[in-house]
Structures are given as C-alpha cells and as structure tokens.
C-alpha cells in the first residue's frame, strides 16, 4: 500500500481522529475531491434538470421518468464491475466522468444557443443514465482497493460526505445559478466540475494489476465476461449476509427513495407551493441529515454494523412515514433531515458489510450487483406518479413507507442469525 511520508507527517496532527486517517493515503486525497465534484455536479444537475422537465411539461409523471432515464444504467452495472475488475477501478473511473463532461458540454451548449427542450433533455438523461449509476459502486471498490481493511469503515463513511455535501451546496448553488442565471450559466459551472474531477481521478495511481498474479497467469483476463458476471452473481448469492444486504438495499430503492429523492420538484411546487429555492432548502435538508450520519460514524468505530444497518433502515422509514403527512415546509425539513440521517448510516453500513466480505477481485463485480439493485428506484418512481395521480401523494408515501419497513423485518428476521447476532462476521467491529 504506497504512503508518502511527508504527507504523512504533515497530516499527523490532523490524522488523530478516525474521520482524517484516510487523508494520510496519498490516493484517497486525490479520489476524496474528484468524487466530491462529481458528487456536486450530479445533484446541481438533477435540481436543475427536473425543476425544468417539471416547468415546461407540468406533468409529475414525465417528471418521474425524467428521473427513472437517470437509472437506466442499474441494468448494465454488473457489467461495469467486470470491466474495472479487469482494467482498474481507476482507469474506468476516469473514462465515466469524461463521458459526464462530453454530455453536460452538449446540454450547455443547446441552453446557451437557446435550442434546449425537454426531449432533447430526456435523451442526454438517458444516456448518462446508462453510466452514471455505476459511478457510486466503482468509486467504492476503488476506496475498497486503496485503503487498509482497518480503516474501511471510516474511509466509506468520509466518502459519503461527498454525497451529502453536494446534496447541500449543489442543491443550493445550483437553485440559486439556474434562479438567477438561467440554465445556460448554470450548466458552465456543471461542465468544469465534470473536467475538474475527471483530472483529479486521473491523479490516482491504479493498482497495477486488478487480478491476483496466479489468477493472470492462469488466464483469467482471457475468460469470457459472462462467465465473471455469473461469477460475480453467484458469490453474492451463496453469502448470506451479502443477500440480506443486497435485497434492504433493493428495498430502500424501491420504497424509501422515491420520496425523498425524484419526487421533491414535485412536493415543493405542488404541496408547499414553493419555487426552486424552496426545493434546494428540502433537498439540502436529507443531505444535512445525511451529512451528520456520515461524519458521525467516520469519528465512531467498532460499531456492529449489521445491527446498525436494521435499525438505521427502520428510522429512516419512520421519519418518511411522518413525511408524508406533513403540510409546511419547516416540518418537512424536520422529517427529511431525520430520514437523511438515517439512510446515511443505513447505506454506509451496506457498503461495509459488501466490502468487508468479498475477496479483492471480486469487488467490482460485487458492487456491480449493488448498483444494480437501484434499479428499482426507477421502478418505484414510476410507480408513485401514477399512484399520486390517483390517491394523492400522502397516501402514495404512507403506502411506500409501510411496505418497505414491513418488509425490511421480515428481511432481518429471515436472515437474522447473520444480521442480528452479535457475534455474526456482518458484525464483526
């Protein structure tokens, strides 16, 4: 594991609390910002894009497949994993965000040129969608591949400070940009986020070989990639604290998501009556939630985190199902940072668990999986735009919060002598 000593020294001080450790691998402080940026460009894009879908169309069912395009990709995430298991997590890394910079430069230039409308919005969305959602689980094997398995927790939980922060500046920048300037200015600033990350990525120094050096010279690059996608599916399934993990997480895309994520255009046009200001305050309220969950748990270690992953699963399907009956913003706020929070360690504790067990080479493959469980967000997002069409959205969000944290007990009681006993491996501190 390469460490550069004078970085080392000179962060010696700062590298005292569990949260600041990371810093002290040389790689981790390039991936740290470029994920950051991305981060940040992501979440300016979606306010951006789905307040505007939302504006001209002024249909909440075209607004849900504006998002759903944006997942598309969860279909082709395992084949995402073998591909960076066999050429690096870093070099695939690199080439997604110069795919985001190329899309994001085309879309600014039809605002600028005054030629945008929400058709040719749809197909940029759903051909970054076809990449983008596989961004989360590369850049968590690449973190998996770089840090010591001592400081995975902490490293994990930093990374998702990435996420949560631009859920907070890239919300409120990006309303305030596209309020103020238009979306032509605004999509200037997504532009040079995407090319800023994309270079800093390439700062990262790759491993030199994803697969282990008897695994190469046994032939391994030269198998076929549905034989290592079947690979893949079947070491996530044959272990069990693996599968659990998987299907919460299949779950929260499905049911807990939808609310807090595509849909708020939606409450805060249509419950709240708010502009694209009001809707950066709801969004950057889940992110300040989730923010302190992860800043949180970087600073505490040892924690059971099968055990962490239930109960943070149940919390946040608690305060969704209070979301859904709010009628102000300042509860609503409330409630979201509450369901924020939450789902934070409910996602970190995923990642920990997924990371922890699967071997070195397989953990791509491993997240390829993960990423394409999100596809049902799209599903569930597809779902709730008719469903508020017809029972209203505190109904529709009742209906999701109750199912989901139905089912997400009867996932931990199946699988509870994995999950819930402390002594179980997914609780290993």
Known sequence: MERDEPGQRALSALARPAAFAPFLIRNYRFQWPADLLTSWAFEMETLILGWYVLVETRSVLLLTVFASLSYVGTLIAPVFGVVGDRIGHRDLLAMMRATYATLSATLMTLALTGYLTPLYVFIIVAIMGLVRPS????????????????????????????????????????????ASLGIGPAYVAIFSLYVV???????????????????????????????????????????????????????????????????????????YGTDQTGLGYLSASFAIGSLAGSVLLSFVGGVPVARLMIGATAAWYAALLVFAQMQSMPTAIACLMLAGFSQSLTMISI???????????????????????????????????????????????????????????????????????????????
């Open 351 to 429: 990642a920990v668990i997924l990371m922890r067990t699967a071997a070195e080479h397989f953990r791509g493959r491993v997240m390829g999986v993960r990423m394409l469980v999100i596809y049902s967000l799209p599903l569930g997002l597809l779902a709730s735009g008719s469903l508020i069409d017809a029972i209203g959205f505190a109904a529709t969000g009742t209906l999701y919060a109750a199912t989901g944290l139905a089912l997400m007990l009867v996932i931990a009681l199946h699988w509870r002598a994995d999950l819930w006993h402390l002594h179980a491996p997914a609780n290993a501190k």
């Open 135 to 178: 961004d989360l689980g590369v850049r968590g094997a690449l973190v998996a591949t770089i840090m010591p398995h001592d400081q995975l927790i902490g490293a994990i939980s930093v990374s998702r400070t990435t996420m949560d922060t631009a859920r907070i500046a890239g919300a409120l920048s990006g309303a305030g940009l596209f």
């Open 197 to 271: 990350s994309t270079v800093l990525t390439l700062c990262v120094v790759a491993p030199a070989k994803p697969f282990p050096a008897d695994e190469v010279a046994g032939g391994a690059l030269r198998r076929s990639p549905l034989r290592d996608l079947r690979e893949g599916w079947a070491y996530v399934w044959t272990t069990p604290r693996m599968r659990a993990a998987i299907w919460i997480a299949f779950l929260a895309n499905l049911t807990a998501y939808p609310l807090s994520n595509g849909l708020l255009p939606y409450v805060a046009r249509e419950i």
